[in-house]
């Protein structure tokens, strides 16, 4: 069974940069894909960024389009966590951000979610 804690989250001006850590214990993180999903104040929760299992080399990393190029999802084994980086932040981002964690490739967690989540923390983004 995953554990999954997530970090990082604050106040911050449109344009700086936070980093997001998904701290997972309970299995090692190696062999799941973990994804970053995100709910904002009156909309429904929506996919962010998912990263499949080490071992699926050919499972790429799903961005939402409106965070390519701005938003970087990765793993750390050693510390057993996986973060995502986010930069040129801009208001539109505020919202609860939580991850999650499962079996799946990379595009099925972010479609479908996984069967384990955390609780969130709060990024909000001030203009």
């Known amino acids: 069974q995953l554990r999954l804690v997530e970090s990082g989250g604050a106040l911050v001006q449109a344009g700086r940069s936070l980093r997001l850590s998904c701290s997972v214990s309970?299995?090692?993180?190696?062999?799941?894909?973990i994804g970053w999903f995100r709910q904002a104040p009156g909309k429904e929760r929506e996919a962010v960024s998912c990263?499949?299992?080490?071992?699926?080399?050919?499972?790429?990393?799903y961005y939402k389009d409106s965070i390519k190029g701005r938003f970087t999802i990765s793993r750390d084994n050693a510390k057993n966590t996986v973060y995502l980086q986010m930069n040129s932040l801009k208001p539109e981002d505020t919202a609860v951000y939580s991850c999650?964690?499962?079996?799946?490739?990379?595009?099925?967690?972010?479609?479908?979610?996984?069967?384990?989540w955390g609780q969130g923390t709060q990024v909000t983004v001030s203009s």
């Open positions: 309970g299995r090692s993180v190696e062999h799941y894909a």
């Open positions: 990263i499949g299992a080490e071992a699926a080399t050919s499972d790429s990393p």
């Open positions: 999650t964690g499962g079996t799946r490739t990379a595009d099925e967690l972010c479609n479908l979610g996984g069967g384990y």
